[in-house]
């Protein structure tokens, strides 16, 4: 099987990207599932603030090269 994706760029450039990075926005999610999970699992999760979430997200999207 095979299969092609054709973009007319630069009008559909930001649909290009998306899907050039679509492996990394996996990985993103699943090491953010997995950082949730052990909190979960290992610490009190009451104590969890929003902004470790969010400093955790930033910090996997920085180490596939992705901006939100």
């Known amino acids: 099987m095979l299969g092609i994706l054709r973009f007319s760029l ?9 899907a050039q990075k ?3 926005y996996k990985h993103t999610l699943t090491e953010l599932d997995n950082f949730l999970r ?13 902004q470790d979430l ?5 910090e996997i999207l920085g180490q596939y ?4």
Not at 10 to 18: C, G, I, R, V
Not at 38 to 50: C, F, P, Q
Not at 54 to 58: A, G, V
């Open 54 to 58: 969010r400093d955790k997200l930033h």
């Open 38 to 50: 052990a909190k979960i699992k290992y610490e009190d999760v009451e104590t969890m603030k929003v």
């Open 22 to 24: 679509a492996c990394d």
């Open 10 to 18: 630069p009008d559909e450039e930001e649909a290009f990207l998306t």
């Open 65 to 68: 090269d992705i901006e939100i």
